[in-house]
Nanobody, 125 residues
């Protein structure tokens, strides 16, 4: 089992940047694939990016390609989402989620077993 805590959200002007962090804790925290998802008001939660437990594979939603980078620290327990050129459409609650290392790195939220509480990102235009 793993616990996830997100941080790094806040208010930023359009065109600005934020780096979100997701800290995983637990005996096997370093062995999980991690995904970032977001949910805007009145919309369903959607996939943003994901990374393999060892950092070797990353996948992104089309709307963040070229603007965001997902990465892990050397200990593999903290996952970052660097977001640049933020737009008002990026305003949402951002969640990190974890799944075991078997199978593919996936954008399907049903494949993730553990979720953080979310961090609010607000982009002002």
């Amino acid at each position: 089992q793993v616990q996830l805590v997100e941080s790094g959200g806040g208010l930023v002007q359009a065109g600005g940047s934020l780096r979100l962090s997701c800290v995983a804790s637990g005996p096997t925290a370093a062995t999980y694939d991690v995904g970032w998802f977001r949910q805007a008001p009145g919309k369903e939660r959607e996939f943003v990016a994901a990374i393999k437990w060892n950092g070797d594979i990353t996948i992104y939603a089309e709307f963040v390609k070229g603007r965001s980078t997902i990465s892990k620290d050397n200990a593999k327990t903290t996952t970052y989402l660097q977001m640049n050129s933020l737009e008002s459409e990026d305003t949402a609650v951002y969640y990190c989620a974890a799944k075991g290392p078997w199978g593919s790195t996936t954008r399907e939220e049903g494949d993730y077993d553990y979720w953080g509480q979310g961090t609010q990102v607000t982009v002002s235009s």
